[in-house]
């Protein structure tokens, strides 16, 4: 069992940036590929970031490219999601999550574990 724990989030004004962090209780983080998602209301649930279980590999979705990076820290068992340029679009719950399995995947489906979330505000 993994768990995961959003933070860093919060309200900021159109063209701010924000860093959330996701900490994981895991000794194994490493095995792990990392997503971020987020969901804003009356919307399901998109994928924003994946990074792979080393840092080399990242993916992203094209809204967020350019002003988004993912990163991880394996040392202390944390992702990152450094958002910059942010838009009111942004807006949105953010959900880190942790994916054991083979493909680089993008669906949330097919990630196992899951945060409670974190609440980013981008005002205009």
């Known amino acids: 069992q993994v768990q995961l724990a959003e933070s860093g989030g919060g309200l900021v004004q159109a063209g701010g940036s924000l860093r959330l962090s996701c900490a994981a209780s895991?000794?194994?983080?490493?095995?792990?590929?990392m997503g971020w998602f987020r969901q804003a209301p009356g919307k399901e649930r998109e994928f924003i970031a994946r990074?792979?279980?080393?840092?080399?590999?990242?993916t992203y979705a094209d809204s967020v490219k350019g002003r988004f990076t993912i990163s991880r820290d394996n040392a202390k068992n944390t992702a990152y999601l450094q958002m910059n340029t942010m838009k009111p679009e942004d807006t949105g719950v953010y959900y880190c999550?942790?994916?054991?399995?083979?493909?680089?995947?993008?669906?949330?489906?097919?990630?196992?574990?899951w945060g409670q979330g974190t609440q980013v505000t981008v005002s205009s």
């Open positions: 999550a942790a994916d054991s399995g083979p493909l680089r995947t993008t669906r949330a489906s097919d990630y196992m574990y």
């Open positions: 895991t000794l194994t983080f490493s095995s792990y590929a």
């Open positions: 990074i792979g279980r080393g840092p080399e590999y990242t």
